[in-house]
């Protein structure tokens, strides 16, 4: 071991690899600069966050204004103008029967949230339900209860011992979605189940795992059958990234409890929402204080967060935010086509303004594979950011991503298809 230039311990990095750290000193739409002098196409919007592109005017003006006039509030018992303006712009754009916004500060934290209001809603109801019940290859955060309910394997087996059990139902691969019901359907039946947690459309970080929108209204209309409360984990899904501003919307459903979180500020600012129909707030509601809804950060609807969500759900309402995405969704659908006739990969698929395909790889294919670490050097050469999950190549850019910008993407892609 070295003396290290920086002190810094970066997320899921192994530093005994050294590996480069490219160090970043600015960026405008979908670009990186770098200080070393190189452009970086961010083909991943800097890990799934990123929506209209890097430093949107209108959302860092929001931010620069705010940040004279109140920087941060206690927001138990106290409010202010930046979370109101959210709080109405979600309940007015988002399904009418979500109704109540509890602000959190991350993804992880808005699942967390969803989980306790999920069992504090059965423990208001006297009923003793405690189970929640997850998909195979969810992946909804890194805190130990959203880790509880993810997929376990490398990247958990520390803290196996400290994570909660769940319900669990298979993946619905095609042709195998019978099977994901009807487990779904006996767990249900079981009486314990308090809650299923899905992400819906899409598994993100599990592999870009795409499964239908029948499939999604079939597994909500089994828990409405048993009483059993659906959340909705859209943290990656929302905010058009699937076409639509909620996946959810695909299959004509509205779950009961919403975590939103990624695109919430348009990717420039931490914060996340979870939102709640009537019931589940009013089941927390009561004259008894022992009855509160006890969760809390430090940082809570920070007002300059805020200020950066309410920019851009204001840019949702007033301008063409839905033309740019079906326009960048065909622009994706027809580059993973176009590739597909050049070069052999497995099991292409797009949805919405996410396209991935899996790379014919010879070693195991999982997420230690080091094909991924060999692929993402490979792409950082050219000057494309991308991250692939084990063998799957995925792209994901800011909506406003040139067509110039995505051909270099693709055909980055493509060579690397040839290869490796
Ligand atoms: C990224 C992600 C999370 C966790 O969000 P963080 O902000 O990283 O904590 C949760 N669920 C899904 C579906 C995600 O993609």
Same mark, same amino acid.
């Given at each position: 071991m070295s003396a290290p230039a920086s002190p810094? @311990? &970066?997320?899921? =990095?192994? &530093?005994?690899?050294?590996?480069?750290?490219?160090? $970043? /000193?600015h960026a405008e739409g979908a670009l990186l600069h770098t200080a070393e002098g190189r452009t970086v196409i961010d083909a991943i919007s800097s890990w799934w966050v990123t929506t209209h592109g890097h430093c949107h005017p209108r959302i860092m003006a929001a931010v620069a204004a705010q940040a004279q006039r109140l920087d941060q509030l206690i927001f138990a018992g106290w409010t202010h103008e930046p979370a109101e303006a $959210?709080? +109405?712009?979600?309940?007015?754009? #988002?399904?009418?029967?979500? =109704?109540? $916004?509890?602000?959190?500060?991350s993804g992880s934290t808005s699942v967390e949230v969803a989980l306790k209001m999920a069992l504090g809603y059965w423990h208001a109801r006297g009923e003793p339900r405690h189970r929640i019940v997850v998909m195979e290859h969810s992946y909804h955060g890194d805190t130990i209860g959203a880790m509880s309910v993810g997929a376990r394997g490398v990247f958990n087996r520390p803290y196996e011992p400290l994570l909660f059990d769940v319900g669990r139902i298979p993946f619905p691969a095609a042709g195998a979605e019978q099977d994901t019901l009807d487990a779904l359907e006996a767990l249900c039946r079981g009486g314990d189940a308090a809650a299923l947690i899905v992400e819906p459309l899409v598994l993100g970080a !599990?592999? #870009?795992?795409?499964? !239908?929108?029948? =499939?999604?209204?079939?597994m909500r209309e089994i828990c409405a059958s048993h009483g059993v409360l659906f959340i909705a984990d859209?943290? #990656?899904?929302? @905010?058009?990234?699937? !076409?639509?501003l909620l996946a959810c919307e695909q299959a004509g459903i509205v779950p009961d409890i919403l975590c939103l979180s990624k695109g919430l500020t348009g990717g420039a600012l931490p914060l996340a929402v979870t939102m709640a129909t009537e019931p589940i707030f009013a089941a927390h509601w009561s004259t008894d204080r022992a009855r509160m809804f006890f969760h809390s950060s430090?940082?809570? +609807?920070?007002? $300059? %967060?805020?200020?950066? +969500?309410?920019?851009?759900? +204001?840019?949702w309402r007033e301008e063409p935010v839905r033309t740019g995405i079906e326009d960048l969704s065909r622009r994706q659908a027809a580059w993973l086509e176009k590739l597909g006739r050049f070069c052999h990969f497995d099991n292409p698929r797009a949805l !919405? /303004?996410? %396209?991935?395909?899996?790379?014919?790889?010879?070693?195991?294919?999982?997420?230690?594979?080091?094909?991924?670490?060999?692929? #993402? %050097?490979?792409?950082r050469?050219?000057?494309?950011l991308l991250r692939p999950l084990g063998n799957t190549v995925y792209v994901m850019p800011p909506y406003c991503i040139t067509d110039?910008?995505?051909?270099?993407? @693709?055909? %980055?892609?493509?060579?690397?298809?040839?290869?490796?």
């Open positions: 810094i @311990w &970066h997320p899921f =990095t192994q &530093h005994g690899l050294e590996e480069p750290v490219p160090l $970043v /000193t $959210v709080a +109405a712009g979600l309940t007015a754009i #988002m399904p009418p029967e979500l =109704t109540r $916004v509890f602000f959190s500060d !599990g592999g #870009m795992l795409v499964y !239908g929108p029948e =499939t999604l209204r079939a859209e943290v #990656m899904t929302a @905010w058009g990234r699937t !076409g639509t430090s940082y809570t +609807a920070n007002p $300059v %967060a805020c200020a950066a +969500a309410a920019a851009n759900l +204001a840019i !919405g /303004t996410i %396209a991935a395909l899996d790379v014919r790889s010879r070693g195991e294919g999982g997420y230690l594979d080091d094909l991924a670490p060999r692929l #993402m %050097a490979f792409f050469e050219r000057d494309v110039d910008q995505l051909d270099d993407v @693709w055909n %980055a892609i493509g060579e690397a298809v040839i290869s490796f």
